[in-house]
């Protein structure tokens, strides 16, 4: 009866390969979004959908790409990837965008070697 | 340029040992302030909202304050198991929808 599930829990990849990180919810919640925590821990927004429409793109490198096939799914593709990618990405939904919690998945930690 | 931090950075405690978190914040027109526990490989856990200064909320040995400047995470008695990292989060002053995290205060509770 997970929340906000997330997969893979973990991605080890090489430099240059390209990666998906897939979010489902079953809160019914109408927003979605993707948050990075860094190596120093700060949470930083990237995107968010609300009813699978981009409301919130961050100042992020396109080779981030979100895609929300539905209101309970948003994924994150990653093109060329970098060593500064690695970080570990939370998906997050909440019942609409203006001032509501957020429930966090349980993250994505990335490393790229 | 809208700011939220948290002090301390750490602060381990012996159980029994009551304590406050601290959260100040630059943003105008506060729109509520969030607290949320994280645990270690887990995703943060929502605790509280507060929308207006005076504003309190308790949930077991949490208590959660407001001022129109800073917020304070009260833990009364606290146990092992409320060893955590507590983040605050405020809304942008021009943005809605996201939230802005403090970098946490990581909490240590010895038996």
């Known amino acids: 009866d997970t929340a906000v599930s997330q997969t893979p829990k973990y991605l080890v990849t090489q430099m240059g390969n390209d990666k998906s990180i897939k979010c489902e919810q079953n809160?019914?919640?109408?927003?979605m979004y993707w948050y990075k925590q860094d190596s120093k821990k700060f949470l930083k927004i990237m995107f968010s959908y609300n009813n699978k429409e981009l409301i919130i793109n961050e100042t992020v490198p396109n080779r981030f790409s979100p895609k929300s096939p539905d209101k309970a799914h948003l994924n994150l593709h990653i093109n060329s990837l970098e060593l500064g990618d690695s970080a570990v990405y939370f998906c997050?939904?909440?019942?609409?965008?203006?001032?509501?919690?957020?429930?966090f998945g349980n993250g994505t930690r990335l490393t790229v070697t | 340029e809208d700011q939220v931090t948290q002090s301390p950075e750490a602060l381990r405690l012996q159980e029994g040992e009551s304590s406050s978190l601290n959260c100040s914040y630059t943003v105008s027109g506060l729109r509520g302030l969030f607290w949320y526990r994280q645990d270690p490989g887990k995703g943060p856990e929502f605790l509280f909202t507060l929308y207006s200064a005076g504003e309190e909320k308790e949930k077991e040995r949490l208590k959660a304050t407001l001022t129109k400047k800073e917020s304070f995470l009260h833990i009364t008695a606290p146990k092992p198991e409320d060893s955590a990292t507590y983040l605050c989060?405020?809304?942008?002053?021009?943005?809605?929808?996201?939230?802005?995290f403090g970098a946490g205060t990581q909490v240590v509770v010895t038996p």
């Open positions: 989060a405020v809304p942008p002053t021009d943005s809605w929808g996201k939230l802005q």
């Open positions: 809160l019914g919640h109408d927003t």
């Open positions: 997050a939904s909440s019942p609409g965008p203006f001032n509501s919690p957020l429930h």
